[in-house]
């Protein structure tokens, strides 16, 4: 009997604002044997974990029961949730609404190398990307894997969903055309804000493409690599002003991944028909501030604007677009190939007893671009 | 040479938050010579005011300039605008973005009775409705009529702008459809919202319409004349039990005339692919905070469920919606006529001197349904 020995994140105590790791998560030592693989299921290695500012949410101690979008990105997680087909594979759905419990599993997207299988569709040694756990190594059933990792597998994580969210958050919510002239990003150099910009200019020729961000040295990869026309450091003293000058012409789409005072200085320079695309909102997720019914920053003046300058305010959740997946992706590795999109990202190496750093990382933005963790396997 | 002797007001102070009317406006007596009158002009004295919630934005202090939206309803203003056609005539559009400065005449929509004229499709006694002035007698070009009176007057002005508001935000940017099964009202008990109530109840056939209102005697009405399933007063020590108790199913479509708290309620209430209209904001108005920044009400668990259940909040003027009023005029006089909608009103009479009073009456939560001035003339 074959069996794995395998470190694996469960969820402690749900945290309330301000994550700590120790309180929040607890390792565990599990044995998976190979006999109890069902049919179906693969036993993987872990390889890359996409971090994404999402998962902060889904292990928040006050998330309102039943309004908390939370894909189910394994079957074999506690929560059953609905697929659709999409290229022949079942991509998990719209069902989950509750947080992580404490006690369950931890998950993430990633990438994984088969070791073990009974699904004829994959075979050992390959690498399969789907919903997964931060774990050394996991069951995965066969609704949980998107596809076979085509190419280099960091391109593919970093192209993927982060990739999906940027396209159809800007062209599909954001309804941006080549007739627009100022589109603004925040978070512009991590992982969706960076291809945001990117196809804002590169694809859609817009004017002036305004991305704001945390530190001079992610500005000058902005107007490097990004095609930003203005690059603001948000810590800079000068900030304000600098995001006058910069939306001196107003805007008409606001790609938002912060939340807070930054989204509240935008809705006042919208446009009229403005569109302010809800896609993130990483200043609040560590930082809800439930106890004491903590504003999200939206001031009375940003309000009166979305009713004088008839803006629309939309969120998203990339899923919602699964059915659209197959163009998105077409475009997207298209345009890579062309060279008009460059992957901004970042892997760090951790062993699995590391892995929940990488969760602050991206609420402190340390990251540039999408940040990757690669497991080290002892 | 006649003249017309009349008591004017003029903006003597544009105002900060709670409205001082001695301190904002000035009443001003004027002659009026027939001699002055231009071609295509008439002379017409006041009959009826329409007080509308968006004129005390009008004088706000402290709006910035250029993102205000106001329409120029007189050309006689001192702003110019631009005008779209309809049904022959020219209707104020969308390019006047100030505040009414001080010493500028205070303006209305309003019904008033021509009394002399150099226009040939207007004659002496008829009435007209269009953007007026706060004075007993007053100049009209011909851009700023909009059209003869057909009926009552009264109705005329209830069921003008105020229905065509309701009509196009429930139905356009609501999308409100007979699939949706709850749709919840604030101000309902107002113009717009009294309305928007039986639309979605006589017309959509809405399961569960929702009103918000002021006080148990609005409650009443809006359970007998307005379709309400459940009458909400937001002043009850039980409104927020009483709130989710009638939301239970959550809320397709919020319609929005308050802002502040209650919309922040709605917003963690909404369906995925809920919608929120934004229509206005009487809770702000008259309480901007432009000093301090004060947030609009909208809390950080809000702002996360526009994310997590990809709410859409959109503004709306129903003007921008101009070149449908013809549909939406004859859709609203059927449903009138087959007593599907009854129009909920007030009229108020007062002397020119008094006219400012109707104002506080709005920002007080006075009024139920819509409500009029009527010019008493001396």
Redesign the interface.
């Known amino acids: 009997m074959t069996t794995y020995s395998t470190k694996q994140w469960f969820v402690k105590e749900r945290s309330g604002d301000h994550l700590d790791i120790d309180k929040t998560f607890e390792l565990v030592t599990k044995e998976l044997s190979v006999d109890d693989l069902k049919e179906g299921q693969v036993l993987a290695k872990a390889f890359l974990f996409s971090n994404d500012p999402a998962q902060r949410?889904w292990v928040n101690k006050d998330s309102?029961e039943g309004?908390?979008?939370r894909p189910a990105s394994n079957p074999l997680s506690p929560f059953q949730t609905s697929y659709i087909s999409h290229n022949n594979h079942l991509i998990p759905f719209?069902s989950i609404k509750q947080p992580i419990n404490n006690g369950e599993p931890m998950e993430a997207y990633g990438i994984a190398e088969v070791v073990e299988s009974k699904n004829a569709e994959y075979k050992k040694g390959d690498l399969v990307l789907g919903g997964v756990f931060w774990a050394e190594y996991f069951v995965l059933a066969p609704e949980s894997i998107m596809f076979k990792v085509p190419c280099d597998a960091v391109d593919t994580l970093t192209l993927g969903l982060t990739g999906l969210t940027a396209y159809f958050g800007l062209l599909t919510v954001g309804a941006a055309t080549p007739q627009d002239s100022t589109v603004v990003v925040s978070v512009a150099a991590g992982s969706t804000g960076s291809i945001v910009c990117q196809i804002a200019k590169n694809i859609l020729g817009i004017k002036n493409v305004v991305g704001i961000t945390g530190s001079d040295a992610k500005c000058e990869i902005l107007k490097k690599d990004c095609g930003c026309d203005y690059a603001l450091n948000y810590r800079s003293p000068t900030f304000k002003q600098d995001f006058e000058e910069a939306t001196k012409d107003d805007i008409d789409v606001y790609f938002d991944n912060v939340?807070g005072e930054i989204s509240d200085l935008a809705i006042?320079r919208m446009k009229?028909f403005g569109r302010v695309v809800?896609?993130?909102?990483i200043s609040?997720y560590d930082?809800?501030?439930?106890g004491g019914?903590?504003?999200?920053?939206?001031?009375?003046?940003?309000?009166?604007?979305?009713?004088?300058?008839?803006?629309?305010?939309?969120?998203?959740?990339v899923l919602?677009f699964a059915d659209q997946f197959l163009k998105g992706l077409t475009d997207l590795n298209t345009w890579f190939a062309e060279g008009k999109i460059k992957l901004i990202k970042q892997v760090w190496e951790a062993e699995i007893g590391d892995v929940p750093k990488g969760m602050l990382k991206l609420l402190n933005g340390e990251n540039t671009g999408k940040l990757i963790t690669k497991v080290v396997h002892s």
């Open positions: 949410t309102t309004r908390l979008y719209f939340g006042v009229e809800v896609s993130g909102a609040i930082d809800m501030g439930y019914k903590v504003s999200a920053g939206i001031s009375r003046e940003a309000w009166m604007q979305v009713i004088c300058h008839k803006i629309r305010i939309e969120g998203f959740i919602q």
